[in-house]
């Protein structure tokens, strides 16, 4: 036994100290059931084990000290345990192999070992949620570091040399040092901490000072916190130009001059509690599709004035609390419009005249608007005093007419600067090749703490099936190796059966933590909701949530392709020479075809065209009767004028031998590329060759070679395992009628220049004229 996987079930008692004499075992996983006592000292008999999870349990006393001596240990997590005791000085020598450590919610104390430094592998570091103190070693020699949570102990800052020893940390994506005593002011060493940062949190804790300007150069920063603390001063510009600022908490400081900046795209916003005066700033997050604000709070400042009639822009927006401020005027109408508002609290302001009465305002337990002591209404739902009759709809009407005019005065104008502004917000996303529709998907990073969002992040189409974790983790065996069918740098595909099904599923899980991960599930995702074609895979299910370790997950799950990838049936093993698997002429006449028309469909008939750029055998997958689907969309692109130039193959996503060769030298990524693609998979199809084939050396290439052999020769070009016989074999007549216009196809398609290509849906029009006449003769 190598792996013992028993991962979220509901084992209690104590584990066998007897666990300790498998000494095959490499793999320990009791994580998430009810274990409590002790952990076996025994476990450290294990020589070979990497990896050991015992996170989420009631396990009580202290790590045996043998088990932190355990060299081989590659992953390490007792997380969210009642452990005590310290964590021991040594550890950084004897576990200097750790990629992960998980000691996060226990009662540890005592210090952060200074020896942590010499872990050179560790990726993950979670110390938090105990009762360390003291200060944080220097942690700038960890490379690979890309998580650090250090949260939510008792841990001071001193000099903060710490932070700035982090700038060698160019793989940190996430640092949280949250719910400790830090105090001093922030270093301005924060300028180097690494641009992949994402989620930086430092709130409550007791920083003083200002924010640093530097903290504008973390330009991928999604989640910001700075809420409890004691900063002052001004918000700096520098924070509005954070373009993937989607979370900004500052709530809770002595802040007190208010940020003009344009925080175009943010989420959630909280300003409240500080010493913010002046106007309510009139723009706010409210431009551009897949953005919009979600969550405002400046409750608790001094802001004055009337309520920015602008704000009627905000659509998106779920919640606004502006209460315990000075603002003056009407509850502005829009509010009424606005139909994602859930809470709306105006109270302790100085606001007057009428409350509108219809929209949100109908629910009374939404709306708070105590402390404002000029409001009336109609409606008895609001408890407030009723309008004065006949001069109160005079006025009504006054107001009407004036603000019809400020409308035409004022908004006009603004409104031709809003379009100006999301043509260029739409034209910079398309720029960064992803496009964030799905709303949903940004809400779940919004909430981390809520352990599954099953909301379907891009579909509105069809109500999906739900899917759980959970439920992926028992389908895939805790993505058991068995379970794998392949892997690529964005994600990785699992075959397994959930619960509630008969049938199987292919489950797509991706790796948000690579380059392009993440866009390559927003780019499927898109696919999803903009496609339906016979010959292009859809996702059945999906699955957006949090891990067990609080971490983002994203899975899709399609149909199971019974019978594999093309490349699988093309190059198939060989048992004494006999391939095990067999495409016959008739079966590649149709697959050809197939993507033929996928690809006809996604360039010809989506607005905007869909490139696939990573067309491949392995990404055309056959169902039970044999009909091709185009999969894997991770690196498809929607064609639009700003599109990017790649600057190197791999921002195409494509691969040797099938990408066109425009690609390597900075051309735009067009339709002709993925004709190209084809063009090299049909001649696949009919040679048995990949085009990166040994014998394709010095200057000879597939399509080369196609083309030397054309016409009179294409016979020796053919697979020689292609089943033809029931065509008697090949007669003159058969090659001159099928084989001669696919081949001149497929090198028309492969032709160098751009414009001699022809378009696939001249393609997909001439190879279902030789199938139906294929067809029609067998
Ligand atoms: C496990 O090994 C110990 C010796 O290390 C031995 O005393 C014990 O009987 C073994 N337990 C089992 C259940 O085999
Ligand atoms: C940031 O890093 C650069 C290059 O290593 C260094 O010269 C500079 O002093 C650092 N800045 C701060 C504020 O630490
Ligand atoms: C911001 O931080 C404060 C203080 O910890 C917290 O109460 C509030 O909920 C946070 N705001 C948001 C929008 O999460
Ligand atoms: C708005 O903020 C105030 C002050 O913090 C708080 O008391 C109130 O509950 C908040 N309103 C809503 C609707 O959450």
């Known amino acids: 036994l190598k792996f013992l996987c028993l991962t979220e079930n509901f084992l209690s008692g104590s584990i066998p100290p007897s666990l300790g004499n498998v000494s095959s075992l490499s793999s320990i996983f009791l994580g998430q059931n009810r274990l409590s006592g002790l952990i076996p000292e025994t476990l450290s008999h294990i020589t070979k084990l990497l990896e050991l999870d015992l996170s989420f349990n009631s396990l009580s006393g202290s790590v045996p000290s043998s088990i932190y001596n355990m060299t081989s240990l590659r992953y390490f997590s007792v997380g969210s345990n ?350 960064k090749g992803s496009f964030p529709f799905s709303r949903w998907d940004l809400v779940s990073k919004m909430f981390p703490n809520r352990r599954e969002v099953h909301t379907a992040p891009c579909h509105d189409e069809k109500k999906l099936k739900r899917v759980s974790y959970e439920d992926i983790v028992k389908a895939t065996n805790w993505f058991s190796l068995v379970h794998t069918i392949s892997s690529t740098c964005t994600g990785s595909v699992y075959v397994g059966r959930f619960k509630s099904d008969k049938s199987l599923v292919a489950i797509k899980v991706f790796k948000l933590n690579e380059p392009g991960g993440y866009d390559s599930y927003l780019i499927e995702c898109e696919v999803l909701r903009s496609t339906r074609h016979r ?98 969309f991770g690196s498809a692109k929607f064609l639009s004028p700003g599109l990017v130039i790649p600057k190197s193959l791999d921002d195409v996503g494509g691969t040797i031998g099938y990408v066109a060769p425009e690609y390597g030298m900075g051309c735009e990524i067009s339709v002709a590329g993925d004709v190209y693609s084809f063009g090299v998979l049909l001649l696949e199809l009919l040679t048995g060759k990949r085009p990166t084939d040994d014998m394709f050396v010095d200057g000879l290439s597939l399509c080369k070679f196609c083309e030397s052999m054309f016409p009179d020769r294409v016979a020796e070009i053919l697979d020689p395992h292609m089943a033809h016989e029931e065509h008697q074999g090949c007669t003159e007549a058969w090659m001159q009628r099928y084989i001669v216009p696919l081949v001149a196809l497929g090198l028309s398609c492969t032709m160098e220049s751009t414009k001699d290509r022809p378009g696939m849906k001249d393609v997909c029009a001439k190879l279902s004229d030789i199938r139906a006449s294929f067809l029609e003769l067998s």
């Open 82 to 431: 009642t452990l005590v005791g310290q964590i021991p000085s040594h550890i950084g020598y004897s576990l200097s192999n750790l990629q992960l450590l998980i000691l996060g919610s226990n009662r540890l104390n005592g210090l952060i070992p200074a020896s942590l430094a010499n872990m050179l592998n560790l990726q993950i570091l979670d110390l938090s949620n105990n009762s360390l103190h003291g200060s944080v070693p220097s942690l700038g020699s960890l490379a690979n570091l890309r998580e650090l949570d250090l949260g939510m102990n008792l841990l001071e800052a001193h000099d903060w040399s710490f932070l700035t020893s982090l700038a060698n940390c160019t793989q940190l994506t996430k640092l949280s040092l949250r719910g400790n005593v830090l105090n001093g002011s922030l270093p301005i060493s924060i300028v180097n901490l690494s641009r992949r940062l994402e989620y930086l949190s430092l709130g409550p804790n007791q920083i003083s000072g200002s924010i640093p300007v530097e903290i504008g150069n973390l330009v991928n920063l999604f989640s910001l916190g700075m809420e409890s603390n004691f900063l002052y001063g001004s918000i700096p510009s520098s924070i509005g130009k954070l373009r993937n600022l989607y979370i900004l908490n500052l709530s809770k400081n002595k802040l007190s001059v208010r940020l003009f900046a344009d925080l175009l795209f943010a989420w959630s916003l909280d300003f409240s509690h500080n010493n913010l005066t002046g106007e309510l700033p009139p723009v706010l997050g409210t431009y551009g599709i897949g953005s919009g604000l979600v969550s405002l709070h400046m409750e608790g400042n001094r802001f004055h004035g009337q309520i920015p009639e602008r704000w009627h822009l905000l659509v998106s927006t779920r919640q606004i609390n502006l209460s315990h401020n000075d603002l003056s005027g009407v509850v502005p109408k829009f509010f009424e419009q606005l139909d994602k508002l859930e809470q709306l609290d105006l109270s302790y302001n100085n606001l007057e005249g009428a409350v509108p009465a219809s929209g949100i305002f109908t629910h009374s337990a939404a709306v708070v608007l105590d402390g404002n002591k000029g409001l009336c209404s109609n409606s008895p739902r609001l408890a407030l005093p009723i309008c004065p009759g006949i001069s109160g709809s005079a006025t009504k009407v006054k107001h009407h007419l004036s603000l019809l005019v400020t409308s035409l005065l004022i908004v006009l104008p603004p409104l031709t600067i809003g379009s100006l502004v999301l043509i260029w917000f739409m034209l910079t996303i398309w720029k």
């Open 535 to 632: 010959n292009i895979m859809r996702p059945v299910t999906l699955c957006s949530t949090l891990d067990s370790q609080n971490h983002e997950f994203k899975a899709l799950i399609f149909e199971l392709m019974v019978n594999g990838s093309l490349e699988a049936w093309l190059h198939s093993e060989q048992h004494n020479g006999i391939p095990d698997k067999v495409l016959g002429f008739g079966q590649r006449i149709c697959i050809a075809a197939d993507v033929a028309s996928a690809l006809d469909y996604a360039h010809n008939e989506l607005t905007p065209p869909l490139i696939h750029c990573d067309l491949k055998p392995n990404n055309v997958l056959l169902d039970d009767d044999m009909t091709a689907r185009l999969s894997d």
